[in-house]
């Protein structure tokens, strides 16, 4: 075996493209109206900002997790337990390893359920010495 350290082989901008939706999805906050019927305008557009349970940030980002093959949702987990701090980034081969064996259909619940999942992926590709700086330009 190489003394080279293993590598996420899962693609930066797919990651970066979750990084970036996790990031709308997060600026959400509770709903005040469960169904606001007033005139957007009227209300200051406060709803596009509100939380609702058929949210469709939400829905497309768990939709492009769930679309993702089992390797890259396993990857994307174990990059998010980097970022988090419960392994090092010599611990790809463990980490994704222990990924793999949890791994369920809920994985696209399970990582949207994790507060800071944004920071948590973007400091996993930083260990790793990726970054979505270019990614995310023109596109936040």
């Given at each position: 075996?190489?003394?080279?350290?293993?590598?996420?082989?899962?693609?930066?901008?797919?990651?970066?493209?979750?990084?970036?939706?996790?990031?709308?999805?997060?600026?959400?906050?509770?709903?005040?109206?469960?169904?606001?019927?007033?005139?957007?305008?009227?209300?200051?557009?406060?709803?596009?900002?509100?939380d609702f349970a058929d949210d469709p940030v939400y829905q497309e980002l768990k939709t492009f997790i769930d679309d993702l093959d089992i390797d890259d949702q396993c990857e994307l987990v174990a990059l998010m337990w980097?970022?988090?701090?419960?392994?090092?980034?010599?611990?790809?081969?463990?980490?994704?390893?222990?990924?793999?064996?949890?791994?369920?259909?809920?994985?696209?619940?399970?990582?949207?359920?994790?507060?800071?999942?944004?920071?948590?992926?973007?400091?996993?590709?930083?260990?790793?010495?990726?970054?979505?700086?270019?990614?995310?330009?023109?596109?936040?």
């Amino acid at each position: 075996m190489s003394d080279e350290m293993k590598r996420p082989e899962i693609d930066t901008e797919t990651v970066c493209r979750i990084v970036v939706k996790a990031r709308e999805f997060d600026a959400k906050e509770g709903a005040v109206e469960e169904e606001p019927g007033s005139n957007p305008s009227d209300e200051q557009f406060r709803e596009v900002l509100e939380d609702f349970a058929d949210d469709p940030v939400y829905q497309e980002l768990k939709t492009f997790i769930d679309d993702l093959d089992i390797d890259d949702q396993c990857e994307l987990v174990a990059l998010m337990w980097i970022g988090r701090g419960d392994f090092k980034a010599e611990d790809w081969a463990q980490a994704s390893a222990q990924a793999r064996q949890r791994h369920t259909k809920q994985t696209s619940e399970y990582l949207l359920g994790t507060p800071l999942l944004a920071d948590y992926l973007e400091e996993g590709l930083a260990q790793f010495g990726e970054s979505c700086l270019g990614f995310e330009i023109g596109r936040l």
